[in-house]
């Protein structure tokens, strides 16, 4: 876990990207490789927000989530995680780890994850 300055305001356990001052602000573009971690509290621009930069930590869930189709996730609506769709430059920056009592997450969940940061994988 790394601290960062807010660039904006930030929801609790919403993705993050680095913008061009070098501070942190929520993302939502699938294709964006800024993404450097997850908030662990929500934040007002200038406020410092400690960010989970590797490993596991709760996020929220921008959409349905099936893990046994994938388990891949990507940035989507207001710094929240969906399922990893091949192709258009999107890149994965996490991975869903289900268990029994939480199978299918639905959009708004808390769900936890591993935040891996952008991968290479993408076409």
């Keep these: 876990m790394l601290s960062f300055i807010a660039?904006?305001?930030?929801?609790e356990y919403s993705l993050v990207a680095v913008d061009a001052a070098g501070k942190v602000q929520m993302t939502?573009?699938?294709?964006?490789?800024?993404?450097?971690?997850?908030?662990?509290?929500?934040?007002?621009?200038?406020?410092?927000?400690d960010v989970i930069v590797s490993?596991?930590?709760?996020?929220?869930?921008?959409?349905?989530?099936a893990p046994e189709v994938t388990s891949l996730l990507m940035a989507s609506a207001s710094g929240n995680l969906?399922?990893?769709?091949?192709?258009?430059?999107?890149?994965?920056?996490?991975?869903?780890?289900?268990?029994?009592?939480?199978?299918?997450?639905a959009s708004g969940d808390q769900i936890t994850v591993v935040f891996t940061g952008p991968s290479n994988y993408h076409t």
């Excluded at 490993?55 to 989530?65: E, H, K, L, M, N």
């Excluded at 969906?82 to 299918?104: D, M, Q």
Aim: charged share 10%.
């Design 7 to 11: 660039g904006g305001t930030i929801t």
């Design 28 to 49: 939502s573009s699938s294709t964006s490789e800024a993404a450097v971690g997850i908030a662990q509290r929500a934040a007002s621009a200038g406020d410092a927000v």
């Design 55 to 65: 490993g596991i930590t709760r996020a929220i869930a921008g959409d349905a989530i």
């Design 82 to 105: 969906a399922p990893f769709v091949k192709g258009s430059g999107n890149v994965s920056v996490a991975r869903v780890i289900p268990n029994i009592n939480h199978a299918s997450p």
